[in-house]
T-cell receptor
Framework: IAGITQAPTSQILAAGRRMTLRCTQD?????MYWYRQDLGLGLRLIHY???????GKGEVPDGYSVSRANTDDFPLTLASAVPSQTSVYFC????????????FGPGTRLTVL | AQSVTQPDIHITVSEGASLELRCNYS??????LFWYVQSPGQGLQLLLK??????LVQGIKGFEAEFKRSQSSFNLRKPSVHWSDAAEYFC???????????????FGKGTHLIIQP
């Protein structure tokens, strides 16, 4: 069982470029999440999805968009990257939308120059 | 809005000594509390969680945590640490984000645990 996979593992991106971070889970979990992790700030929620076809904004949604076309995939798009979006991005999933154990992917390290 | 405070940014403990990592939360309803561990360059792994019932919860790797409602705390403990416990530890509380209906987690900023030989 792979759990959650994220791609790419790392990426260096020029400011202004568009970038999509991929996230796929094979646990058939209903809910999925995107967090960013910055030194000294812990993890902050960017966007979430209760179930396929629905998405919502978290604590720091500006500059990011998501889609949930099916249960397994939850891509995160940066339409026009800026240096402040340099971070490590984690995708997570949980079986229900109630506060429940979230399972995390290995992360994507993104550097915007 | 919910929040989590981990007052210790770094903690250094000798191998074999006991450990306590502090976590205080602010949440308007019954909290759902979690401790996660992150090894360098890795994702987060759940150590333990509290939803209801017994306020002392046992987790993996010999960790335990005690929920104290009166103190709004959920401190993590281990009686004897091993060098492999060196990692970043995050406390988190389940909540509902304004305007939404789903429950993401609010994380503390983390405590970096260093193990001295």
């Amino acid at each position: 069982i792979a759990g959650i996979t994220q791609a790419p593992t790392s990426q260096i991106l020029a400011a202004g470029r568009r970038m999509t971070l991929r996230c796929t889970q094979d646990m058939r979990h209903n809910a999925m999440y995107w967090y960013r992790q910055d030194l000294g700030l812990g993890l902050r929620l960017i966007h979430y999805s209760n179930t396929a076809g629905t998405t919502g904004k978290g604590e720091v949604p500006d500059g990011y968009s998501v889609s949930r076309a099916n249960t397994d995939d939850f891509p995160l798009t940066l339409a026009s990257a800026v240096p402040s979006q340099t971070s490590v991005y984690f995708c997570a999933s949980s079986d229900s939308v109630a506060p429940d154990t979230q399972y995390f992917g290995p992360g994507t390290r993104l550097t915007v120059l | 809005a919910q929040s989590v405070t981990q007052p210790d940014i770094h903690i250094t403990v000798s191998e074999g000594a006991s450990l306590e990592l502090r976590c205080n939360y602010s949440y308007g309803a019954t909290p759902y509390l979690f401790w996660y561990v992150q090894s360098p360059g890795q994702g987060l792994q759940l150590l333990l969680k509290y939803f209801s019932g017994d306020t002392l919860v046992q987790g993996i790797k010999g960790f335990e945590a005690e929920f104290k409602r009166s103190q709004s705390s959920f401190n993590l403990r281990k009686p004897s640490v091993h060098w492999s416990d060196a990692a970043e530890y995050f406390c988190a509380v389940g909540g509902v984000y304004s305007g939404g209906g789903a429950d993401g987690l609010t994380f503390g900023k983390g405590t970096h645990l260093i193990i001295q030989p």
